[in-house]
């Protein structure tokens, strides 16, 4: 509902927008053109024309450099190597660990967290922390990666698929709210692409319905919504810094949790050094040593994690620039749509700039649209994601305590029709910036003959 508000209103902005310029009349949206002095669009690179986009395709120009490491992190690493005994514990270990341990905690002010060797050995160590009986269900998302829902099945738990919301690619909690059944004990939400998900919303429902929030973090560290970073709705959530992730630390992951038997089940399953010494005199599972595996993390790994969560929201609002620089003048065109966010959320921008069409309001097809767009030199393409819920692997009961339930999911399904993702330009572009939206517009102006 909020939604469709949010749409309405965003679409009496750009209708007002169109008529104060005159384009509407035009056809045409960015350049003001009025039927008056109508100026003949240029010939599309499709059909000979000059192409939009000049700059040659090489990173540093697209402005498309990550991971941003400076002297900082090549000092960080430096030390570890250099200095390798320099740490706090009796086997000589680097004290890079517990010093991101520490800071992360401080950063997001969050109680316990425990650093991992990779963002899927944080969700696995966090499976098992659930301490679930086997059969239990999660109710996840079909349309994100793989770690989110296979090392489920290690513990005999059971995803259940809920849909996106074709456009905002996150959590479709009326979805949701029709999947429970008297298995489900958790929700699994990942805020996709840096965009985070309408936790207060999920949050209640959950409570409601006494089921337990976990948090996907992998794409949105440092994200918020009501000023409350994501990562801290939910009782346990995971990052990840692999290398191009937006903190990006080479390999590595975090485990946040909101209580102290959480992180002890995840540490005694997932960090063997930390067993049994570091805890609490009166745990429950400090008799066990551990059960698992060994999913420490990397010390120079931690060291470039330390030096990347200084300053993350700060590099994420330079990105977020940069891609409003866009945005703000492709939104204008009809039928155009970026990736919803709401007012009260602050977001990144990962892997994708998304975008997507509604081939009636445009006129015309995404295949004719990207096929133009493509040929003005714009990096796009008929992007379609994997849903997870058409995989083999969930297609056969052997991998799972109970088969999962395979159901139909229109908005996955629609949001992989209609998604065009653009490139996220990490630098300051303007004059490519100047191309893009200069290639949309001669796209747009020829779509009735792309029609
Ligand atoms: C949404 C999501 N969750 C979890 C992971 C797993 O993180 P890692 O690659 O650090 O294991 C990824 C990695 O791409 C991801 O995209």
């Not at 098992?128 to 009986?133: C, G, K, M, V, Y």
């Amino acid at each position: 509902m909020q939604q469709k508000k949010k749409d309405q209103k965003s679409e009496s902005t750009r209708r007002t927008f169109l008529k104060s310029t005159g384009a509407l009349a035009a056809g045409l949206s960015l350049v003001g053109r009025s039927r008056a002095n109508p100026v003949k669009p240029e010939t599309l690179a499709l059909n000979g024309g000059p192409k939009a986009i000049k700059t040659p395709p090489d990173s540093l120009a697209w402005g498309r450099c990550w991971p941003l490491y400076g002297t900082a992190e090549q000092e960080a690493v430096l030390e570890i190597a250099t200095n390798p005994w320099g740490g706090p514990d009796p086997w000589g270990r680097s004290n890079s660990i517990p010093l991101l341990e520490k800071e992360w905690k401080e950063h997001f002010k969050v109680p316990y967290v425990r650093a991992h060797c990779n963002g899927t050995a944080a969700l696995t160590s966090m499976y098992f922390a659930l301490d679930l009986p086997p059969g239990s269900e999660i109710i996840v998302p079909s349309y994100t990666y793989w770690a989110s829902i296979v090392p489920m099945r290690l513990f005999g738990l059971v995803p259940v698929f809920v849909d996106i919301n074709p456009r905002t690619l996150n959590f479709d909690l009326e979805d949701a709210k029709r999947r429970l059944t008297k298995n489900t004990k958790a929700v699994m939400t990942v805020h996709w692409i840096g965009l985070p998900c309408e936790m207060d919303h999920i949050c209640d429902w959950a409570k409601e319905k006494g089921l337990i929030v976990l948090e996907d973090v992998a794409h949105a560290p440092g994200c918020s919504l009501k000023g409350k970073y994501t990562g801290t709705w939910g009782s346990m959530s995971m990052f990840s810094f692999q290398g191009i992730k937006p903190l990006p630390a080479g390999e590595g992951g975090m485990g946040v949790y909101q209580n102290r038997e959480d992180c002890e089940r995840a540490t005694m399953f997932g960090n063997y050094d930390h067993v049994p010494s570091s805890f609490w005199k009166d745990s429950p599972y400090k008799k066990y040593g551990s059960v698992g595996v060994t999913h420490r993390i990397h010390p120079m790994a931690a060291a470039l994690a330390r030096c990347q969560l200084r300053g993350l929201e700060e590099r994420h609002a330079a990105v977020v620039r940069n891609v409003r620089s866009l945005n703000d003048r492709l939104v204008q065109l009809p039928g155009l749509y970026e990736q919803a966010a709401r007012p009260d959320m602050t977001r990144l921008y990962y892997l994708w700039n998304m975008f997507f069409i509604d081939e009636a309001e445009a006129g015309m097809s995404r295949a004719a649209c990207v096929k133009a767009l493509q040929a003005e030199g714009v990096r796009t393409r008929l992007f379609s994601y994997t849903l997870h819920h058409k995989l083999p692997l969930y297609a056969e009961e052997k991998w799972w305590h109970h088969k999962p339930n395979i159901p139909e999911l229109p908005g996955s399904e629609e949001a992989n029709r209609t998604a065009i993702p653009l490139p996220v330009f990490t630098s300051a572009v303007p004059e490519l910036v100047d191309q893009y939206v200069k290639a949309f517009e001669k796209v747009w102006a020829h779509r009735k003959e792309l029609a």
